[in-house]
T-cell receptor, first 113, second 112 residues
Framework: DVKVTQSSRYLVKRTGEKVFLECVQD?????MFWYRQDPGLGLRLIYF???????EKGDIPEGYSVSREKKERFSLILESASTNQTSMYLC????????????FGPGTRLTVT | GEDVEQSLFLSVREGDSSVINCTYT??????LYWYKQEPGAGLQLLTY?????DMKQDQRLTVLLNKKDKHLSLRIADTQTGDSAIYFC????????????FGKGTRLSVIA
């Protein structure tokens, strides 16, 4: 079974703190993704990566950065957390075409106070 | 650009059938997916259908695809309280390394 794990299920941080969210997959996938999920807005793509050290902006990259130093690990960084970044963060990795299935981690619920 | 639309809420009685609908805009979609998200959890793949098929059945789940109208539906027979969740429709265009395009999700509530 593909496993995508995220470093924390729940996180509480203060405004202005630097926050690291870690994601690890064990299926040697090249493609990895970070989403945030908010009620009524569905999943919004923040960043994705298709190879080590490669990254692409998604729909809402502002206020975030990412790091992909190793194939299995994709980190999301909030340089200076703000209250509007309180959300559920979901990491995913993806099979190559043709099936293209995305596998999701359990999510990290981040609260910024 | 690509867009996937679904209604946000559906409420059904236990034992009835549920039908969750989705429309998509990209005619080059190759695979279409249904994901389920239970409260506090990530998304799990329920089923998928290749674009050259019009129906796929898997136990209580039936997926219907109308490629002409770009309409996808998920029918859950004999809906149970454990089916209460958010259901996401998603499409893949096989355009290189791009992510799947997800709808906003339909929250299914099952009334006992």
């Amino acid at each position: 079974d593909v496993k995508v794990t995220q470093s924390s299920r729940y996180l509480v941080k203060r405004t202005g703190e630097k926050v690291f969210l870690e994601c690890v997959q064990d299926m040697d996938h090249e493609n990895m993704f970070w989403y945030r999920q908010d009620p009524g807005l569905g999943l919004r793509l923040i960043y994705f990566s298709y190879d080590v050290k490669m990254k692409e902006k998604g729909d809402i990259p502002e206020g975030y950065s990412v790091s992909r130093e190793k194939k299995e690990r994709f980190s999301l960084i909030l340089e200076s957390a703000s209250t509007n970044q309180t959300s559920m963060y979901l990491c995913a990795s993806k099979d190559p075409p043709p099936v293209d299935e995305q596998y999701f981690g359990p999510g990290t619920r981040l609260t910024v106070t | 650009g690509e867009d996937v639309e679904q209604s946000l809420f559906l409420s059904v009685r236990e034992g009835d059938s549920s039908v969750i609908n989705c429309t998509y805009t990209d005619s080059s979609s190759t695979y279409l997916y249904w994901y389920k998200q239970e409260p506090g959890a990530g998304l799990q793949l329920l089923t998928y259908i290749f674009s050259n098929m019009d129906m796929k059945q898997d136990q209580r789940l039936t997926v219907l695809l109308n490629k002409k109208d770009k309409h996808l539906s998920l029918r859950i027979a004999d809906t149970q309280t454990g089916d209460s969740a958010i259901y996401f429709c998603a499409e893949s265009t096989m355009a290189g390394n791009t992510p799947l395009v997800f709808g906003k999700g339909t929250r299914l509530s099952v009334i006992a």
